[in-house]
């Protein structure tokens, strides 16, 4: 049975291009090799998708050009027909998606000019257009796909059924997992911080009621990367939002040409001017300014850090005890500060999984019950402390019904949404302009991409 997923890859984002940076000064003519419905598929997104592949150490084994192709033109196909469905993205998400993405890149390389120079951009601002672009893409395709597997659930028989089914050769591995627990700490923004921001969010409120463009204050003040160059516009869907409730709460509640009062989302304080509406089409324009810590707040931060670390080690307080007491993070500080993974909901993280390598290098080598140093990193622009326990080390094995139901759920469940997939795949095929260059039409694909 193959277990292999029908869609590897989407649109190609690399945080850690290293490939990609070998091929950019190659003399290598680049042309359209696919094209699904608009949606075109160039020689050099193969040639990128390939060596991104070939870099990686959980690469697939018999994966060459041809497969990587035709996983570019599944992930075309979903593209073209979500946004022939109007799927739409907040663009909280994409952002949140990009810093992180960036924070992280950042973090390995030392400086934005070392990743403009990695990606071959002539600024900072020029990878994050580039990479928002991928990442919006991306999301759209997640979404997609979401949607037309949303109805589908597996019973435990299922899942016993699908173990059942594999030869013994062909039984997951389950990689070497660890369960942890945190403590975040955040640098305390101040009351008069806060103040500050309405304050100047109302003065600009006044300002455009009296005259001034909204757009020019929008390039002005605005925080929100994602609407800068369009003068903070957004369409709004009344009936297929992707904003955060707060805010769409306050657009809705305007009328054409009001601008709201300033409104609190956890991205920070924004202000709203509904330009148009257009039935159920809300054309908006926003301001977002996010209070920050000042510079002792930060080091007041870290310094409670290192003090709560060094309370745990000489057995003032424990852990758990120091979770309650101290952490910021609402989501987990009545259980312990156990972290749960936010894609599959266990509490369980494979090792080789963890894609943060501030965090990976932080915890690889501990031992069960030992902490982590004081980890900074940043969040949404933000400095923030964080000190890891290890609750559990759990070594690569062959899965287990019992010990590994929720990872067998999980991959049974992706395998029953692959097969939905990849029958959706093949019917719109058929009802999709299709283009394949001659120099992958022998390719032995897994869809039928070529008509005989």
Known sequence: MRILPYFLFTLCLCVMPNAWSQTSNN???????????????????????????????????????????????????????????SIQVAPEQVEQNLQAQLDQAVQVLGSTDA??????????????????????????????QGVLTDNIEITPEEVRQFLNSLPEEELPIIGDQVELAEILIEPVVSEEQVQAVIDQLKQIKKEVEGGASFSSKVYLYTEDPGSVQTGGFYTIN??????????????????????????KTDYGYHIIYLEKIRDDNYDVRHILIKP??????????????D????????????????????????????????MMHPQTGDTRFELNS??????????????????????????????????????????????????DFVALQRIALDNKKRDKLGQWIN??????????????????????????
């Open 27 to 85: 003399k290598r003519v680049d042309g359209i090799v696919g094209m699904v419905g608009d949606k075109i598929v160039l020689e050099s997104d193969v040639q990128k998708n390939l060596l991104d592949l070939m870099s990686r150490k959980d690469k697939p084994e018999n994966f060459g050009k041809c497969e990587v192709f035709g996983s570019l033109l599944e992930s075309k196909l979903f593209l073209y027909h979500a946004e022939l469905d």
């Open 115 to 144: 990743l403009a120079e990695l990606y071959g951009k002539s600024s900072f601002e020029e990878v994050s257009a580039y990479l928002r672009e991928i990442i919006e893409d991306n999301l759209k395709i997640n979404q997609y």
């Open 238 to 263: 009344k009936n297929n939002s992707q904003f955060v409730k707060e805010f769409n709460d306050v657009a809705f509640s305007l009328k054409e040409g009001q601008i709201s009062e300033p409104f």
């Open 292 to 305: 920050k810590p000042t510079a002792e707040a930060v080091q007041e931060a870290k310094d409670l850090a």
């Open 307 to 338: 003090e709560v670390r060094m309370k745990i080690l000489n057995k003032e307080i424990t852990f758990e005890e120091a979770v309650l007491q101290y952490s910021d993070n609402k989501t987990n500080k009545n259980s312990n500060g156990i």
């Open 354 to 403: 963890i894609t943060d390598r501030l965090l990976y290098n932080a915890i690889y080598n501990l031992k069960e019950g030992e902490m982590s140093q004081v980890i900074e990193y940043q969040f949404r622009g933000d400095a923030r402390y964080q000190i890891i326990k290890i609750l559990d080390k759990i070594d690569s094995h062959k899965a287990d019904f019992t010990k």
């Open 427 to 452: 019917k719109k095929i058929g009802e999709t302009y299709i283009f394949v260059d001659d120099q992958y039409k022998n390719c032995n694909f897994a869809n039928p991409w070529v008509q005989k």
